[in-house]
C-alpha cells in the first residue's frame, strides 16, 4: 500500500517531441548529470548548451563526458571547444571501450548519490555504463555507415555500482527541447550574464543601447559571436515556451469553467 509520495528532490524535463505543450521527465531525484558527447561528429559545442541548460535547471550537477577518446583525430582541440563552453563545470575526457580516463568519473559515484547518463544516440553511454559496471549489463551496437547513432537502449534502466552510486542509463535523444525557466540561461552563460552586470543600462536588450558591455565584447572578441548566438537562440526558445504554456493554462481554464457549469446545471435540475 502507496501511503505517501515524497516531492522530487531534482527533476530533469524536456518539452515533448511533438506539437504538444506537454513536459516529459526523463529522470527524477539525480544529484549529478553525465552529460555524455563523443569525439568526432557529436561533439558539438552547441548542442552542449542546449544540455548543460536542461541539467542546471533539473537542480543536478553536470559533467560533461567526452567519450571516445581513442577514436579522436585531435583530441586536445575538440576538448577546447568542450571547456570553452562548459564554465565551471568538470569536463572528463574518456573511452568507456579502453577505460582510459575513467578514473576521472569516480569523483562523482559516490555511496547513495544517484548519477544519470545523457546523451544522443550512438555516443556510447551503454558501452560507459558496463564499464562502470564492471560486467556486460547492457547491449551494445556499432554505429551506422553514415556516422549516426543507433538507439540501443530504449528504456530506462537503474543500475547499482560496487561504489555504491546508483547510474541511470537513459534512451539515446535524437533532440532535446528544452523545458526551463529563462533565468537558467545565466548558469549556462555565465560569462555573458557577468558582461550584462556592466551594462549601463540594467535592463540592457544587448542590440542597440549605449554602453553595452555584451556588444562590446562581441566586438573584441572576448565574447565569440556564435556563443552569443547561440544564447539568443535559447533565450528565444524559453521564452516561446513560455507563451505556450500560458495559452495552455489558459485554455485548461477555460475547460475547467466549462464543466464547472455543466456539473451546477446538473445539480440545478
Not at 545523457?118 to 564492471?134: H, P
Request: hydrophobic share 40%.
Amino acid at each position: 500500500m502507496i501511503e505517501a509520495v515524497l516531492p522530487r528532490r531534482t527533476q530533469l524535463t524536456r518539452k515533448e517531441a511533438w506539437a504538444r505543450t506537454v513536459a516529459q521527465v526523463v529522470a527524477a531525484n539525480v544529484d549529478t548529470v553525465f552529460l555524455v558527447t563523443a569525439f568526432g561528429g557529436d561533439l558539438s559545442p552547441r548542442r552542449l548548451e542546449r544540455y548543460l541548460t536542461s541539467a542546471w535547471d533539473s537542480g543536478s550537477r553536470p559533467v560533461i563526458v567526452a567519450n571516445k577518446v581513442d577514436l579522436a583525430e585531435d583530441p586536445v582541440f575538440e576538448l577546447a571547444e568542450v571547456e570553452a563552453v562548459a564554465i565551471g563545470v568538470p569536463v572528463a575526457a574518456v573511452s568507456a571501450s579502453t577505460g582510459e580516463g575513467m578514473e576521472q568519473l569516480e569523483p562523482h559515484l559516490v555511496p547513495g548519490k544517484t548519477v544519470a547518463l545523457l546523451g544522443s544516440s550512438g555516443v556510447g553511454k551503454s558501452t560507459l555504463v558496463n564499464r562502470l559496471a564492471g560486467r556486460e549489463l547492457l547491449a551494445t551496437r556499432e554505429i551506422r555507415s553514415d556516422g549516426r547513432g543507433r538507439h540501443t537502449t530504449t528504456h530506462r534502466e537503474l543500475v547499482p555500482l560496487a561504489s555504491g552510486a546508483l547510474l541511470i542509463d537513459t534512451p539515446g535523444m535524437r533532440e532535446l527541447q528544452l523545458w526551463a525557466d529563462e533565468g537558467v540561461l545565466d548558469s549556462t552563460f555565465a560569462e555573458i550574464a557577468e558582461l550584462a552586470g556592466e551594462c549601463r543600462f540594467a535592463d540592457c536588450s544587448h542590440e542597440h543601447e549605449p554602453g553595452c558591455a555584451v556588444k562590446a565584447a562581441i566586438v573584441d572578441g572576448s565574447l565569440p559571436r556564435e556563443r552569443f548566438a547561440s544564447y539568443r537562440k535559447l533565450q528565444r526558445e524559453i521564452r516561446a515556451l513560455e507563451i505556450r504554456k500560458d495559452a495552455r493554462l489558459r485554455s485548461e481554464a477555460r475547460k475547467e469553467r466549462r464543466r464547472f457549469s455543466r456539473r451546477m446545471r446538473k445539480t440545478s435540475y
